[in-house]
């Protein structure tokens, strides 16, 4: 028996496909994995899985992360668990605003999606304090935001012949 098998985790999540992912990178190592569609799911399967941690995702329809996140802490015996805030919107008008809020309240710790499944695991494991299987991939690829100001810095420093090959690239792609 591992150590990963003694650890349960929930995950919130309203996307089927992010749930079976992100359950499925867990469950490789071993953990005990249950998964909720949303906040009211997950408040249900707080009634018998009392879970290590929780990864939650924050914008969900019918009742949302930070919905949940507040329920959490009402409740004494729920209000220490530990939360992974895993989201793709925490920049966006979308979940901008309830993503601050959550990060002033409490957990303060949280992956954007897409996430690497080792990333995943290792925050997991980070945040129970295990030892990870598993080392956090850096991002070695640079992001469409970052790709414009890296080549924006290089276009006025750039000679003719480059600008040309620039140029005959971009009208190819």
Known sequence: MSIYSSKKVLIVDDEP?????????????????KTASDG?????????????????????????????????????EWSKI?????TGHARDDLGKADFDAMIMQGPGVYLEKPVKPNNYV???????GIESPVKIQEDTELNTE????????????????????????????
Not at 55 to 65: I, Q
């Open 40 to 76: 009211f799911d997950a408040l249900e399967q707080l009634e018998n899985f009392i879970p290590d941690i929780i990864s939650l995702d924050l914008v969900m329809p019918r009742h949302s992360g930070i919905k949940f996140y507040r329920d959490l802490k009402k409740r004494k």
């Open 122 to 128: 290792a925050t997991i494991c980070q945040m129970l």
């Open 17 to 33: 496909d992010v749930r079976t992912y992100l359950k499925s990178a867990l469950e490789d190592y071993g953990f005990n994995v």
């Open 146 to 173: 970052q790709l414009r100001e890296e080549l924006l810095k290089n276009l006025s420093t750039a000679d003719t012949e480059a600008l040309q090959k620039a140029l005959d690239a971009l009208k190819k792609g």
């Open 82 to 86: 530990p939360v992974l805030i895993v």
